[in-house]
Every structure is written in structure tokens, then in C-alpha cells.
């Protein structure tokens, strides 16, 4: 199922984000920047997952072009945006702003996570159907 | 089939902040009626206590609750609430004068102001139910929508409920049922409306924003009907005067415990370690809860008026606390997304909006408005001295809101778009 996998892929997300989170509240700098590129990278490939497969699947199939996938495309825009701002953050050694940003950027994705979850992901498995194993295995070989 | 996510879900600022903004101004009210009237308040079903009741579970609980459901609706129901600027506008014009009009029906004891208190309260309760619940039925149903549509039947009935009694009060005539419509209009608006709503927000919001283990699927599934078949069956067993009613109260209590255990748990091994206000308060809260469901069960064994005090307030402060650590992160959320989502590109960080000594001071002064009102029950001075450091509380968190929102309209007319450069 979609559904699963895509989530299983959001907690790996976060799981990474909080050891970055967690790495420079204890000040060891230099391990919070390898953990944060590790998030940085994880949720832009589930991003690019989104939009060059999973997304464009579901719009040929139902037809629907500006619907609920263009809203997370939008979301995603913002998203990429705030976390370009917390590596440079980060880069600089500006702490405070890295959390700042972090804090917004977490509701942000988290409240994004929920309405894919919810709502798309289901719409999408349902869509699919028996094509959706085909779709994970594809999604598996997208290169990270 | 796949009607749902839209670009502009997101209600207006102005949707969420009018009912937020109104919430330390009954709070204020409530603070000043203990502080004038600490006996009368400590004395079940005396016209005063009746008027802080409502002050604080329809004024404070209640208008903070329907803020955050018009924000939530838009991320978990999917579907936009519709001309959401006038229904807002209107059911918060409603719960004002409805809570307002009740108290002063209390202390005043005027049929009048009972009647009108009907039909503004009434009337704002169920057009929240039939504008929110419907919506709450289209698309993918999840165990919060659930909690959400459970919780709205729960306050829909307890309004239904409270004209009923209003009407009684108008009339000065009780009926045989009075005191039996007291208790379910009780349990209904406490476990049914506020604890269920509480419980169902808890199991997105913990397990997401503290990145925390997942509740068991089986909690998830089972929580909301434990509580709603034990809600009926005291219903019914209350109206048919059926022995052995307490046993619904300790089915309640025990899973209300049980959400506590569980939730205490997930705080204490969440991933994201990094501590902050929203964290204690939620602690604060399930403490309290735990004391609330204690007291009530110490009240049913040995019906001291003292335990049913302790019950009432700790659970309200449970309430309280959810409901604050949750404003001190939408409101400085609310006031960044929409001033980024408009392009500016000075928009200030959720740090800069309510920096974070100003959020521990409400913090502190809660724990401290929570251990005097607490001990006030047994020491009427505490309560008093409850009253005047809840007000310092709410004045603060007023002061708070005020500054994000001056922030907010600051950005809007200095602040630079991206477009314009």
C-alpha cells in the first residue's frame, strides 16, 4: 500500500530531522550538520518521489491536474524553501535561527504529512489499485 | 470522490485569533468572580459557581476549542469551511453574548437573560455542528475525525440540554429530571465534548510534532467507543435511576487514566529531545487529569463536596493547560504562515513572535494559578490569592496575543514582498 509506504517514509524523515535537532541542542555542531544533510536529502528524494512519479500517475489516471497533488506541490515549494534556509543556517553556526526556522518548518511539514496521509494517500491506493506493489517498486528504485 | 485539499484552505488569521483573542478576557471575568466571590464559587450549584463554571468550560474552554477547530478542520477534515469569515464571525458574535448572558442569568437571576442565553448559546453550538459535522463526514475518515465528529454530538447534546435547564430556570420550574439532565448536561459537556476532542487532537499532535512513538492502533480504535457506549449507558442508566451508575464513571476514569499513561509515555521517549513550553504544559496537564479522575473517584466513594471541587477545577485546568501550550504554537505559527505564505520576506521567526520568556511566564504563572486554586479548596485565601495570579496569567497572555498580532499587521504594511523587489 502507498499509504504505508509513504509513511514509513515520513517517520524516517522525522527521525532524522530530530537527531539533528538533538545533535545541536547538545552542541556537537558538526554531527547536527551530517544528520540534518541526512534529512535534508531523505525528504527532498520523498519530495522527488511525489512529483515525478507517484503525483503525475494519479493525475493521468483520474484527470484531476490542479487539485490536492498541485496544493502539495505548492506546500513542497515552501518546504524546500525553509529548508535551504536552515542549512544556511546551519553553515553560518546561526543557531538560534536554525531552531527558529526548524519550528515553523516542523508544523509546516508535519500538518502536510497529515493532509497526504489522510487524504491523498488513500485517494491514491484507491486509484491505483492492484498497480500500486508496481508503484512502490518503482518509487524503491528512484535513485536516493 | 476526490473532492478535498484546496490551494486556499487555510482560514484567515483573523478567523482563529477572534476566538483566541476573546479567551484571557473570560478569563479575566472568571478571575475577578473568584477573587470577589471565593465561598460562593467552592459551593456546588450556588448561582455564582454556575456563573464561573460556564465562564471558564464555555468563555475560556469552549471559544479556545472552536478557534482551533476552524484551523483544524482545514488540515484533518480536508474540506475548507464554507464563507468561513461570517460564520465565524457570527458564532463567536453568539458564544460571547450566550456566555455572557448565562452568567449574568445566574448571578442575576433574571428569566430574561436565561431565555437569551438559549438562543445565543444554543444557537452558536449547533451552527458550529451543522457547519463543521457534515464536513466531517466527507472523504477518508481517520481515528481524530472520528474523536472530532464524536465530540460535537457530545456538545450539540449538551446544549440541547442546557435550554432545556435554561428554560427551567426562566420558569422557575424544575421538572423530576432536573437533577438527572444536571448530570448528563455534566458529562456530556466535561468527558463527552472536551475530553474526547482533548484525546483525539492528542493522537495527531503528539505522536507528529514531538516525532514520538504512535499510539497503539488499538487504543486508537477502541478509545472514542469505550467512552461514547459509556456515556449511553449512563445516560440511560441515570434517566431509568438504574443501581450501580458509578461503574460507567470508573470505565471513564480508567481509560482517561490509560490515555494519561500512554501519553505520558510518549512525551518521555519522543525523538525531538529539544524541551519547550508546549512539552510542560502538556505534562502539566496529564497530572492534572490523573488528579481530576482521582478526586471524582474519591468523590463517588465518599461524596465530599471537597473532592468534587478538586475534580471540577483539575480537570479544567487539564483543559486550560492543552489549550495554552497549544495557542503558544499556533498563534506564532498562524502569524508566520500567512505573512510567508503572502511573500514578505521579513517575516519574523515563531521565536521572535512570542519569544520564549514571555511563553515560560505563563507557564509559571499557570502552575502557580493550578497549585493555589487547588489548595484554595481547602484554604479559601489560596483561592482568592488563585484568582489574582490567574489574572496576572491571562493578562499576560493577552499581552502576548496582542503583540503577535501588532507584529503581524506591522509586517503587512512596512514588511517587502518578494514581488516587489
Same mark, same amino acid.
Given at each position: 500500500m502507498?499509504?504505508?509506504?509513504?509513511?514509513d517514509?515520513?517517520r524516517?524523515?522525522?527521525?532524522?530531522?530530530?537527531e539533528?535537532?538533538?545533535a545541536?541542542?547538545?552542541?556537537?555542531?558538526?554531527?547536527?550538520?551530517?544528520?540534518?544533510e541526512?534529512?535534508?536529502?531523505?525528504t527532498?528524494?520523498?519530495f522527488?518521489?511525489e512529483e515525478?512519479?507517484?503525483?503525475?500517475t494519479f493525475?493521468? *489516471? +483520474?484527470g484531476?491536474?490542479? &487539485?490536492?497533488?498541485?496544493m $502539495?506541490?505548492?506546500?513542497? !515549494? %515552501?518546504l524546500r524553501?525553509q529548508? =535551504?534556509s536552515?542549512?544556511l543556517a546551519?553553515?553560518e553556526n *546561526? +543557531?538560534?535561527?536554525?531552531f &527558529?526556522i526548524?519550528?515553523? $518548518?516542523?508544523?509546516m511539514? !508535519? %500538518?502536510?504529512?497529515?493532509k497526504e =496521509?489522510?487524504?491523498l494517500?488513500p485517494m491514491?491506493?484507491?486509484t491505483?489499485g492492484?498497480?500500486g506493489?508496481?508503484?512502490?517498486?518503482?518509487?524503491?528504485?528512484?535513485?536516493? | 470522490m476526490?473532492?478535498?485539499l484546496?490551494?486556499?484552505q487555510?482560514?484567515p488569521?483573523?478567523v482563529?485569533?477572534?476566538?483566541?483573542?476573546?479567551?484571557?478576557v473570560?478569563?479575566?471575568l472568571?478571575?475577578l468572580?473568584?477573587?470577589?466571590?471565593?465561598?460562593?464559587?467552592l459551593?456546588?450549584?450556588?448561582?455564582?459557581s454556575?456563573a464561573a463554571?460556564?465562564?471558564?468550560?464555555?468563555?475560556?474552554i469552549?471559544?479556545s476549542?472552536?478557534?482551533?477547530?476552524?484551523?483544524?478542520?482545514?488540515?484533518l477534515?480536508?474540506r475548507p469551511?464554507p464563507?468561513?469569515l461570517?460564520n465565524?464571525f457570527?458564532?463567536?458574535l453568539f458564544?460571547?453574548?450566550?456566555v455572557?448572558?448565562l452568567?449574568?442569568?445566574?448571578v442575576?437571576?433574571?428569566p430574561?437573560l436565561?431565555?437569551?442565553a438559549s438562543v445565543?448559546?444554543?444557537?452558536?453550538i449547533?451552527?458550529?455542528?451543522?457547519l463543521?459535522l457534515?464536513l466531517l463526514f466527507?472523504?477518508?475518515?481517520?481515528d481524530?475525525?472520528?474523536?472530532?465528529r464524536?465530540a460535537?454530538i457530545a456538545?450539540?447534546?449538551?446544549a440541547?440540554?442546557?435550554?432545556?435547564?435554561?428554560s427551567?430556570?426562566?420558569?422557575l420550574?424544575?421538572?423530576?429530571?432536573?437533577?438527572?439532565?444536571?448530570?448528563?448536561?455534566?458529562?456530556?459537556?466535561l468527558v463527552?465534548?472536551?475530553?474526547?476532542l482533548?484525546i483525539?487532537?492528542a493522537?495527531q499532535?503528539?505522536?507528529?510534532f514531538?516525532?514520538?512513538?504512535?499510539y497503539?492502533p488499538?487504543?486508537?480504535?477502541?478509545a472514542?467507543k469505550?467512552?461514547?457506549?459509556?456515556?449511553?449507558?449512563?445516560?440511560i442508566?441515570?434517566?431509568t435511576?438504574?443501581?450501580y451508575?458509578?461503574?460507567?464513571?470508573?470505565?471513564?476514569?480508567?481509560?482517561?487514566?490509560?490515555?494519561?499513561?500512554t501519553?505520558a509515555?510518549?512525551?518521555?521517549?519522543?525523538?525531538?529531545?529539544?524541551?519547550?513550553?508546549?512539552i510542560?504544559?502538556?505534562?502539566?496537564?496529564i497530572?492534572?487529569l490523573?488528579?481530576?479522575?482521582v478526586?471524582?473517584?474519591v468523590?463517588l466513594?465518599?461524596?465530599?463536596p471537597?473532592?468534587?471541587s478538586?475534580?471540577l477545577i483539575?480537570?479544567?485546568l487539564f483543559?486550560?493547560?492543552?489549550?495554552?501550550?497549544?495557542?503558544?504554537?499556533?498563534?506564532?505559527f498562524?502569524?508566520w504562515?500567512?505573512?510567508?505564505?503572502?511573500g514578505y520576506?521579513?517575516?519574523?521567526?515563531?521565536?521572535n513572535?512570542?519569544?520564549?520568556?514571555r511563553?515560560?511566564?505563563?507557564?509559571?504563572l499557570?502552575i502557580?494559578?493550578?497549585?493555589?486554586?487547588?489548595v484554595?479548596?481547602?484554604?479559601?485565601e489560596?483561592f482568592a490569592l488563585s484568582?489574582l495570579?490567574?489574572?496576572?496569567?491571562f493578562?499576560?497572555?493577552l499581552?502576548?496575543?496582542?503583540k503577535?498580532?501588532k507584529?503581524?499587521r506591522?509586517?503587512?504594511?512596512?514588511?517587502k514582498?518578494?514581488?516587489?523587489i
Amino acid at each position: 500500500m502507498i499509504l504505508e509506504f509513504m509513511r514509513d517514509d515520513h517517520r524516517a524523515c522525522d527521525h532524522f530531522y530530530s537527531e539533528a535537532e538533538n545533535a545541536l541542542a547538545a552542541k556537537k555542531t558538526e554531527e547536527a550538520k551530517e544528520l540534518f544533510e541526512l534529512f535534508y536529502r531523505a525528504t527532498n528524494h520523498h519530495f522527488d518521489m511525489e512529483e515525478r512519479e507517484l503525483f503525475l500517475t494519479f493525475e493521468k *489516471r +483520474t484527470g484531476m491536474m490542479g &487539485g490536492p497533488t498541485q496544493m $502539495m506541490r505548492y506546500e513542497h !515549494q %515552501q518546504l524546500r524553501s525553509q529548508l =535551504e534556509s536552515m542549512r544556511l543556517a546551519l553553515l553560518e553556526n *546561526r +543557531t538560534d535561527d536554525f531552531f &527558529g526556522i526548524g519550528e515553523s $518548518m516542523m508544523i509546516m511539514l !508535519q %500538518q502536510h504529512n497529515m493532509k497526504e =496521509e489522510q487524504m491523498l494517500y488513500p485517494m491514491i491506493d484507491r486509484t491505483l489499485g492492484d498497480d500500486g506493489a508496481l508503484m512502490i517498486q518503482t518509487l524503491k528504485d528512484m535513485e536516493k | 470522490m476526490y473532492n478535498g485539499l484546496s490551494l486556499d484552505q487555510a482560514p484567515p488569521i483573523s478567523v482563529v485569533l477572534r476566538f483566541f483573542f476573546t479567551v484571557p478576557v473570560f478569563g479575566i471575568l472568571l478571575a475577578l468572580i473568584v477573587f470577589f466571590y471565593p465561598h460562593d464559587v467552592l459551593t456546588p450549584t450556588h448561582p455564582i459557581s454556575l456563573a464561573a463554571i460556564h465562564v471558564m468550560f464555555l468563555g475560556i474552554i469552549t471559544m479556545s476549542m472552536f478557534g482551533a477547530l476552524f484551523q483544524m478542520q482545514s488540515v484533518l477534515g480536508g474540506r475548507p469551511i464554507p464563507s468561513v469569515l461570517g460564520n465565524a464571525f457570527l458564532i463567536h458574535l453568539f458564544l460571547v453574548i450566550g456566555v455572557l448572558s448565562l452568567s449574568g442569568a445566574f448571578v442575576l437571576g433574571t428569566p430574561e437573560l436565561f431565555i437569551i442565553a438559549s438562543v445565543f448559546l444554543g444557537g452558536s453550538i449547533l451552527y458550529v455542528a451543522t457547519l463543521i459535522l457534515p464536513l466531517l463526514f466527507v472523504g477518508t475518515p481517520h481515528d481524530t475525525l472520528r474523536g472530532m465528529r464524536l465530540a460535537l454530538i457530545a456538545l450539540s447534546l449538551t446544549a440541547i440540554l442546557g435550554i432545556v435547564m435554561a428554560s427551567e430556570y426562566a420558569n422557575l420550574s424544575f421538572s423530576a429530571f432536573h437533577a438527572v439532565i444536571r448530570s448528563v448536561h455534566y458529562s456530556l459537556g466535561l468527558v463527552g465534548w472536551i475530553a474526547i476532542l482533548i484525546i483525539a487532537v492528542a493522537f495527531q499532535v503528539v505522536e507528529m510534532f514531538y516525532v514520538s512513538t504512535p499510539y497503539s492502533p488499538w487504543c486508537k480504535r477502541n478509545a472514542f467507543k469505550v467512552i461514547a457506549v459509556s456515556l449511553f449507558l449512563k445516560i440511560i442508566w441515570l434517566f431509568t435511576t438504574l443501581p450501580y451508575v458509578w461503574v460507567f464513571d470508573l470505565v471513564i476514569g480508567a481509560l482517561l487514566i490509560g490515555f494519561v499513561t500512554t501519553t505520558a509515555k510518549r512525551l518521555k521517549m519522543r525523538k525531538r529531545r529539544v524541551s519547550d513550553v508546549s512539552i510542560w504544559f502538556w505534562s502539566s496537564g496529564i497530572i492534572l487529569l490523573s488528579l481530576a479522575v482521582v478526586a471524582h473517584m474519591v468523590s463517588l466513594s465518599n461524596g465530599y463536596p471537597q473532592s468534587q471541587s478538586i475534580s471540577l477545577i483539575a480537570f479544567g485546568l487539564f483543559a486550560l493547560a492543552v489549550i495554552l501550550g497549544m495557542m503558544g504554537k499556533i498563534v506564532p505559527f498562524l502569524v508566520w504562515f500567512h505573512l510567508n505564505s503572502a511573500g514578505y520576506m521579513d517575516t519574523p521567526l515563531m521565536s521572535n513572535i512570542i519569544p520564549q520568556s514571555r511563553a515560560k511566564g505563563v507557564f509559571t504563572l499557570f502552575i502557580l494559578t493550578s497549585f493555589t486554586s487547588i489548595v484554595g479548596v481547602f484554604y479559601i485565601e489560596f483561592f482568592a490569592l488563585s484568582a489574582l495570579i490567574g489574572a496576572a496569567m491571562f493578562t499576560l497572555l493577552l499581552i502576548n496575543l496582542i503583540k503577535a498580532y501588532k507584529l503581524y499587521r506591522y509586517t503587512l504594511s512596512h514588511g517587502k514582498r518578494f514581488e516587489q523587489i
